[in-house]
């Protein structure tokens, strides 16, 4: 292959227009089939490697596209396939086992999802218990193949490298780490070997968990694999690869025996690191110099500087430019945001305009600033239009934490007290985390009246009539908090951004979340303020309804931030603190308006917790700042609650409790008991929800299975502290599904009731 320039780590899968998505949900239903699936997948595939190729990048990535996500392909390319899962009713079909794993099914659980380092993707975490590992299929032969057969690309097989992949699962313990890597070694090898064989030049190997806090030990199995691999496959180049923050052990990473590093430029101290203690002189540099995980245009004279720094340490000729992380984080183009305000539009760089950022870095790095003059001067002109017009200028509202109050006034024993009083709520309360399913004809009005062919008045009394509905039906299950059931809202997030100043939401930038499930995060652009209430009118009608409380409901500022694309130039936590303001305001209204319980989301907590743990407390105790700032103007008899999805509760047990949120919700039912030893550990005394079912799986639960979890909590977790609900929000259900659920779900909670008030009264 001629000399490298360019490269790019991976691509988004879901299509332009989330065709994967169509397809992919389509295929569950039943209404096409395994042929046209693959068909159709392959079409999406292949056009993503296209459009790299006509953008300019020289080596283009393969088997970075997936079904569902690139860790399970793994654990599938490797036989790893839960017992459960084995000899059940699927039959010999590899990719229904596939997807079963994934979203369950009705005989067996799915497995575990989780989050994808500091990003709102979610991979499915492995099971390794009783590990045996066989090379199920050579996926990265198959695609490199594909590739060059169709397009007459010489693609770069990518894989995830074998500490990543059995640090990020579960199933086995600490001390056997060896062990099973040495079980999997051989068929990494195996893998390799039959790309080298084929011609494969290079490939990519993923170990993003190279940046987080790895210990001496596991650095030095590191050091083993990587010779025992580099020794197996001398043709082979391999970049060992690595994302979203700066290497850990930089001095012996660079010293491992590949032919490359990729490293990333963007987050993290890497060009301190590179100016510390240099670059070895055998190794080639694939530098991640264009932000992978946000979509506003870099200034690309800034870039450049960047490049001319590392040039200082590493030739040119051995310097490829690539984005830092895969692609896959952010939405595909820009170029259908037809309604988008131009100069917000301007500012903006999605994947396919990051190709072309990228191609033009690589361009002048090789021939001479010349070739970038252009593309710096188009950035600046961007970022320098978006400044006059929406940024500077205007002042920026710095919080001073002296001026604001951002502690409720009474601490939390007595509060709870005012609120027992207030609410009179059974033991055991059940509920649920808020938005209820949106069925195909919500989502149908709600397109309609975009498009401006329902009016306004007409969609409103559409969603009342759902909420009604929806009233009835869990006063008929017997739910004792109800929730309005956030018909109105297409994204917890991209609601409130439509309706705080600050923001701007696009039509199509989506990004991939958790298996089809595609997010569409907005866009801060400037100062974050409240303008109206922005909840109020759906919360009240919904209380009007009903004798039961329900439940106000909003998305908190941590996740609203972190699910929101904020401009590399604002400092974030001057906007985190802004958007807490604009939240305290709405939920003033709120309880103005008589509503006495106002859950607080905070999904995305937990995962904006930086990579390091040298870096946590700055983060959280910024976090646990906003979320006060929000939430304590309230009375002492208004309920504060919150929730979180997926939240290692354990790691950060302290800034939780710091929140002073009277009560939590938290997922756990896919990770079953891990959650409850961190109470057998600690003691939590405000009120607390673990979720009882999974909500992520079409799959009803039985009574038992829902019991059995309560129970399990309550041997722990006191009962007049506990509260019942799922573990998420309902809205990506079906409706039959979700009322069959919460009803064995509150009749598991009435049979514990009893009794436990049994058991107290004795
Ligand atoms: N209230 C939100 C819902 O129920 C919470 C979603 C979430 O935790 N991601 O959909
Ligand atoms: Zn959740």
Redesign the pocket.
Known sequence: MTHITSSTIGYPRIGEQREWKKTLEKYWNGTISKQELLETTKEIRLNGLRKQKEKGIDLIPVGDFSLYDHVLDTSLMFGIIPQRFQNNSLGSSSLDTYFAIARGTKEAYASEMTKWFNTNYHYIVPEFDDAKPILTENRLLHFYKEAKEELGIEGKPVILGPISFLKLGKGYKEADFQALLETFLPLYIQVLKELETEGVTWVQIDEPILVTDLSETDFAYIKQAYESIAKAVPNIKLILQTYFESVTHYEEVVKLPVAALGLDFVHGKTLELLQQFGFPQDKQLFAGVIDGRNVWRQDLEETWGLLEAIQQIIDKERIIVQPSCSLLHVPITKHLEQTLDPIIKGGLSFADEKLTEIAVLADGLQNGKEKVLEEIHESKTALQALNQSHYRGKSRQTVDRHEWQAERPAPFQQRIEEQRTELQLPLLPTT?????PQTAEVRKQRLKWRRGDVPTQEYEQFIQKEMKKWIKIQEDIGLDVL?HG?FE?TD?VEYFGEKLNGFQVTKYGWVQSYGSRCVKPPLIFGDVSFQNPMTVKESVYAQSLTDKHVKG?L?GPV?ILNWSFVRDDIPEFDVLNQIAIALRSEIEELEKNNIKII?V????LREGLPLKKADWNTYLDHAVYAFRLATATVKNSTQIHT???YSSFGDIYDAINRLDADVISI?TSRSHGELISTFEENTYEKEIGLGVYDIHSPRVPTKEEIKHNIQRALATIPVKQFWINPD????TRKEEETIAALEIMVEAAKEIREEQLHSLEK
């Not at 989301?601 to 995305?604: K, Q, R, S, W």
């Not at 998420?728 to 809205?731: A, F, I, Q, T, V």
């Open positions: 649920t985390i808020g938005s209820l929730v956030e809202r917890m409901m998305t996740t859950q989301d905070e999904p995305a929730h979180m999805c997922e998420c929000g309902l809205k």
